[in-house]
């Protein structure tokens, strides 16, 4: 699932890798579609044909060598999912960091999502 895409995204940031190949779903790839949006990833690219198919990350770094996404924090879980309407989407670590939400229509980032007036289930919270 997309928990363990992204503790791999995080421990390759950690050793300051440039790029990281995971097993491809839709729904993950789509997932690192909207961090790409929100500027924690540098791009994401499908490669290979069906049971070999993975996703291509390139990971993102400032001019300091310091990594993009500095903290990530999982809100719902397979036990335990968490739901919200657009009215009570609020901002995460004071505007610097970004919730992920499964809606009806696909996966948005926080803002995207209050702008389209959709809620739905909360992933996680990146910053």
């Known amino acids: 699932m997309y928990w363990d895409i992204l503790i791999r995204i995080k421990n390759a940031l950690e050793r300051k890798y440039e790029r990281v190949k995971v097993p491809y779903s839709h729904f ?5 579609e909207s961090l ?24 993102k770094y400032d001019d300091s060598g310091s990594s993009a996404i500095s903290g990530l924090k999982f809100i719902s879980r397979p036990s335990r999912r968490i739901y919200i309407g657009y009215r009570d989407i609020q901002s995460s670590h004071q505007g610097y960091g970004h919730y992920i939400l499964s809606t009806p229509e696909g996966i948005f980032l926080d803002k995207e999502a209050r702008r389209k007036k959709l809620g739905g289930q909360v992933l996680f919270e990146i910053w």
């Open 28 to 32: 993950t790839f789509k997932i690192l």
């Open 36 to 59: 790409v949006r929100a500027g924690y990833l540098e791009s994401v690219a499908r490669k290979g044909r069906g049971l070999k198919r993975i996703i291509d990350v390139k990971l």
